[in-house]
T-cell receptor
Framework: GAGVSQSPSNKVTEKGKDVELRCDPISGHTALYWYRQSLGQGLEFLIYFQGNSAPDKSGLPSDRFSAERTGGSVSTLTIQRTQQEDSAVYLC?????????????FGPGTRLTVT | SQQGEEDPQALSIQEGENATMNCSYKTSINNLQWYRQNSGRGLVHLILIRSNEREKHSGRLRVTLDTSKKSSSLLITASRAADTASYFCATDAKAAGNKLTFGGGTRVLVKP
């Protein structure tokens, strides 16, 4: 079956512009995560959606970052007024159920470059 | 601060040798997972070990967990060039809201 997909795979934007990154999780997976990874670094947690519960936004670095998950499926991460330090790979993952007891399935990521 | 910290940060070995990397964490966990990442893109799940388990095997991979020392190790036996990747541990801890927290990773280079 299809895995987690993300689009676009690469995005180059000018400083100050808004960007939207999309994640299509595996069908039937109730939990969805967004992470950010700078070059050669580990994964930085951004936000976690689980079913109809309020999302865990504790990792969002500033109010320029927001995310939504429509219909319990597709998710969009929006970065407003992008800054050069936002340049990174943004990874999305989904799991069958919420909580840390399940294997995470990752998408290929979106490489964001802010010039 | 990150829950899981890998050691070493980088490892270079010859094909056929074993590779060992360690993960230390700070708070009690429900389980610990190891992931592999090739070429800076999506991660792939390798093994999940629960807090009441001490050792698990999967093919050439062996994972140990010592909850008294709050540490885990990943051993790759008879390494191959295709094992070249970054390896991350991720912990599931109640203190972190029952979501996975990833460490900084170990970059492994297997030379042919």
């Amino acid at each position: 079956g299809a895995g987690v997909s993300q689009s676009p795979s690469n995005k180059v934007t000018e400083k100050g512009k808004d960007v939207e990154l999309r994640c299509d999780p595996i069908s039937g997976h109730t939990a969805l995560y967004w992470y950010r990874q700078s070059l050669g670094q580990g994964l930085e947690f951004l936000i976690y959606f689980q079913g109809n519960s309020a999302p865990d936004k504790s990792g969002l670095p500033s109010d320029r970052f927001s995310a939504e998950r429509t219909g319990g499926s597709v998710s969009t991460l929006t970065i407003q007024r992008t800054q050069q330090e936002d340049s990174a790979v943004y990874l999305c993952a989904s799991t069958l159920r919420g909580g840390g007891d399940y294997e995470q399935y990752f998408g290929p990521g979106t490489r964001l470059t802010v010039t | 601060s990150q829950q899981g910290e890998e050691d070493p940060q980088a490892l270079s070995i010859q094909e056929g040798e074993n590779a060992t990397m360690n993960c230390s964490y700070k708070t009690s966990i429900n389980n610990l997972q190891w992931y592999r990442q090739n070429s800076g893109r999506g991660l792939v799940h390798l093994i999940l070990i629960r807090s009441n388990e001490r050792e698990k095997h999967s093919g050439r991979l062996r994972v140990t967990l010592d909850t008294s020392k709050k540490s885990s190790s990943l051993l790759i036996t008879a390494s191959r060039a295709a094992d070249t990747a970054s390896y991350f541990c991720a912990t599931d801890a109640k203190a972190a809201g029952n979501k996975l927290t990833f460490g900084g990773g170990t970059r492994v280079l297997v030379k042919p």
